[in-house]
């Protein structure tokens, strides 16, 4: 989520520039405490709570809308709601961005192991790819075999 945003590469460019003196492993710690303090920082100012941004863009682009029903068609209005659909479109890609960083964040932590999540993620997998029945005109194939062959075929 992060590096889609430009903003990001010049914080930790910045982070990273500040001189401190010291072991090679002191610069290198201190330079990391700096800039995770930066980053969050950071963080809040520019993305703030991802879905409470989400909820306002589709509250402003309701009151709008509700507007121009109540008022009519107005050119400004018809350009605001725009403004506030491009704003709604950016803070849901933000939010898919944020939840698949989170599911891979999942899958690092558990994914590895022979734990639950991990069969469960497996058995989802397996379940989405099988095709259970296929339709050949007025015939329904049921059994794996029908369908493998019809689909060679």
Same mark, same amino acid.
């Given at each position: ?23 090679p492993m002191f610069?290198?710690?201190? !330079?990391l405490r700096m800039? !995770? !303090? %930066?980053?969050?920082? @950071? ?5 703030? %709570? ?51 960083? $989170?599911?891979?964040?999942? @899958? ?7 734990t639950s999540f991990?069969?469960?993620?497996? $058995?989802?997998?397996?379940?989405? $790819? ?15 075999? %029908? ?7």
């Amino acid at each position: 989520m992060w590096l889609h945003n430009l903003d990001c590469r010049r914080v930790v460019s910045e982070a990273w520039r500040v001189v401190v003196h010291g072991c090679p492993m002191f610069v290198l710690s201190h !330079k990391l405490r700096m800039l !995770k !303090k %930066d980053l969050r920082h @950071w963080n809040i100012h520019v993305f703030g %709570d991802v879905h409470q941004r989400v909820k306002n863009a589709y509250n402003a682009v309701e009151v709008i809308q509700t507007f121009i029903n109540e008022s009519g068609l107005d050119a400004e209005l018809l350009n605001q709601e725009n403004m506030a659909q491009n704003d709604l479109l950016q803070a849901l890609m933000v939010e898919e961005t944020f939840w698949m960083e $989170k599911t891979r964040l999942n @899958w690092h932590l558990h994914g590895d192991r022979n734990t639950s999540f991990f069969h469960k993620v497996t $058995k989802r997998r397996q379940v989405t $790819k099988s095709m259970t029945l296929l339709k050949d005109g007025e015939r329904i194939l049921t059994s794996q075999v %029908d369908i493998g062959t019809h689909v060679l075929n």
